[in-house]
């Protein structure tokens, strides 16, 4: 069975920079589509962004545009989520996800989801 696996999530100041990481392994590993969720405290999970396979696509949300870059290497395979300019808002438990066939930006359309890694911005 495939597994997901954060990593590069911490405690940051407001302002600075993280680089969040996602390597998958146990299994056929196809991810048309890879991306990141997040789920600030006491809120709904949420989409972030999301990367066709090739990465010749990329999805944001409106709320990390121009902030948050998504990049994939499907050597390895891996995905990676840089975030500059953090906010206080962006404090949340991220997740990694993967869909095997097709583009999805809803929480019920990818196939593997991670753990989780906190990130968590101070003001």
């Known amino acids: 069975q495939v597994q997901l696996a954060e990593s590069g999530g911490g405690l940051v100041q407001a302002g600075g920079s993280l680089r969040l990481s996602c390597t998958a392994s146990?299994?056929?590993?196809?991810?048309?589509?890879m991306g990141w969720f997040r789920q600030p405290p006491g809120k709904e999970r949420e989409f972030v962004a999301a990367?066709?396979?090739?990465?010749?696509?990329?999805v944001y949300a409106d709320s990390v545009k121009g902030r948050f870059t998504i990049s994939r290497d499907n050597a390895k395979p891996t995905v990676y989520l840089q975030m500059n300019s953090l906010k206080f808002e962006d404090t949340a438990v991220y997740y990694c996800?993967?869909?095997?066939?097709?583009?999805?930006?809803?929480?019920?359309?990818?196939?593997?989801w991670g753990q989780g890694t906190q990130v968590t911005v101070s003001s």
């Open positions: 996800t993967a869909r095997n066939f097709g583009f999805s930006v809803v929480t019920t359309g990818y196939d593997y």
């Open positions: 146990g299994g056929t590993f196809i991810s048309d589509t």
């Open positions: 990367i066709s396979r090739g990465g010749g696509s990329t």
